[in-house]
């Protein structure tokens, strides 16, 4: 792989109008978040930099707390000499049963693995419903079901949960909630500890889930043999760190792809991640719809991928161990990380050049999760 972390530097690219670029850049991150819109829009929700702002302007400002402030996909709570890891998401994904899964085992495994990532084992779930009147009893039978072999496969249970009835029109079918509880097996984990050195590597090829449920709504005339790549990660998380146990950070490449998490991790750690585009697995189905929709695979969801920040002297032994096990045949590593320019993502492309890869505003695929 072609990874080059200071050639930025003696090129064009370091150039002084490179340089006030960066600036600008850095200068708007400074700034405190604040929503300028009246009203939320779909790009709130879509995991860029709405989302962002959103939850820095909003929720963090009003709910800050030492265990919220991270900002990872759980929380850690200290519970008597143990440490339980804690999380919540909502599901609204269109349409609800898509090429290789559906809403039900969807919510089961999006939390599972957002408890995997905290490197704990996890343990219970809760289940709430939002059906709209007039909902098909089949098909909430077949979600349910979905859900509860999707909880058998990843050894958890479904403790608890609610179901709400609203009137016909005020939800599109059925919306799911989930909370997950799990035990802490590895302490420490965080994108805040990534370092310069570090390795980054993902489990697999990136974008079948988001490309899968895209091309299910049947809007656009493009035919590709993909199915979503939902699953559980827990059991890849398990060896990984059983092998590696300096694993720095871990993050599940859902909403905004695996582009968001490698800002997230710039940001949050103030690091340089460089990453070689030729070396990120993508299936030839999904790189060529994507192709055809005008959006990038790095931006698209996944359901079944982590990306992984290891020393950069653990590589090899990090991929070895994925490699090991069904859900990471495919592991790759994409990149390394730098010291500068702090907080920022760049890819050294496949054409020879270096670009930015920031978050995005929006979301070209919404309701994908």
Known sequence: MRIEPESHRNSPAGSDREQQVLDRIEKARR???KVKAERITLAHGSGGKATQTLVEAVFLEAFRNELLEPLEDGAELPLEGHRLA?????????PL?????DIGDLA??????DLAVTGATPRYLSAGFLIEEGFPLAELTRIVESMANA??????QIATGDTKVVEKGKADGCY??????GVVRSHGLGVAGVRPGD??????PIGDHGITVML????LDIDADVVSDTAPVHELVADLLAAVPEVRALRDATRGGVATILNEIARAAKVAVFVDEESVPVRTEVRGASELLGIDPLYVACEGRIVVVVPGERAEAALAAMRAHPQGEQAALIGRVGDDPPGLVLLNTAFGGTRIVDLLVGDPLPRIC
């Open 31 to 33: 700034r405190k978040p």
């Open 86 to 94: 804690f999380t919540t998401d909502s599901y609204v994904v269109s």
């Open 97 to 101: 049963f898509f090429p290789g899964g």
């Open 108 to 113: 089961v495994n999006g939390t599972v693995n």
């Open 151 to 156: 909880a058998r496969a990843a050894g958890v």
């Open 176 to 181: 799911i909630n989930t909370t997950g509880i």
């Open 199 to 204: 390795a980054v590597l993902v489990s697999g």
């Open 216 to 219: 299910a709504r049947g809007e």
